[in-house]
């Protein structure tokens, strides 16, 4: 069994780290792809997972593989495709660490991926099935995830989605907005960032976009709220769980980190996670917040996240 498997994209950031003696820019190579970057997260901790997508056969691809590899990412369900070019994200960051993207993804690989070569078994095999968004960005992609999704359904898996929104990669907002709620109905646990509470709702404020979720089904809803923290509501509480300051260098896959945080610790439960008590999710939110914090304070996504060790001495301080 694994404890979580996820589908989507596993691409390359070239993240900023530096400039040359001609007074260019370094872009170093870094794995990254928000579902891998969950998955690696999770891992960390002792989470069993599985990953479902495609890379190119090329150099970035083959990069990738061994990286899932290094973090004991099970990779039967990835596909490696001569005819497309490994996804390319080349990351800008300002003073704060905040960053803006530039993708090569015309088509990147993990459009490519067909409802045919979706593994089955690694979804019949799993405690949590978790997606992304950006699957639904193109076909065949597009139609691999929603069959995957019908058939988690059928298999009564817990269903995790964290809608990653990406304006470069759409056509416009209006079907950015269409595609992106349309999948809500599958989701029993979400996770949104502050800046997508409105996109995937229409509602700004955090606890008004949570509850419009929990309307359609969603049985536990997290709202990152950036170096303010995070929130968490079911129906029958809400909470908000502040940060600890960080020394922020790049804040790419803080929210992944702070979901593959979660997702490991509702995998562990020995009860449904649809149970969860205040107190275990007030622990859950600092539990999350803090693999965040540490993430922030690293270059790249999954280099950066946190192990156990780093992480029990941080959040003990």
Known sequence: MYDITALGELLIDFTPCGMSEAGMKIFEQNPGGAP???LAAAGNFGAKTAFI???GKDMHGEFLKETLKKYNIETKGLIMDEKVFTTLAFVSLNEKGERTFSFARKPGADTCLTKEEVNLELIKECKIFHF???????NPSKEALLYALEKAKEMNKIISYDPNYRPLLWENRDIAVKEMRDVVKYADI???????TELLTGCKEPEKAASKLIEQGVSLVFVTLGSEGSFLKTKDFQIRVKSKK???????????????AILYKLAERENS???????????YLKFANTTAGICVEKRGAIPAMASLEELLMKINI
């Open 273 to 283: 996670v649809f149970q969860i008590s205040e107190k275990e999710g007030t622990e």
């Open 190 to 196: 979400m996770k949104i960032s502050d800046e997508e």
């Open 246 to 260: 960080c020394n922020v260098v790049d804040t790419t896959g803080a929210g992944d980190a702070f979901w593959g």
């Open 132 to 138: 992304g968004s950006l699957s639904l960005t193109d």
């Open 36 to 38: 891998a970057n969950v």
């Open 53 to 55: 997508g495609k890379v």
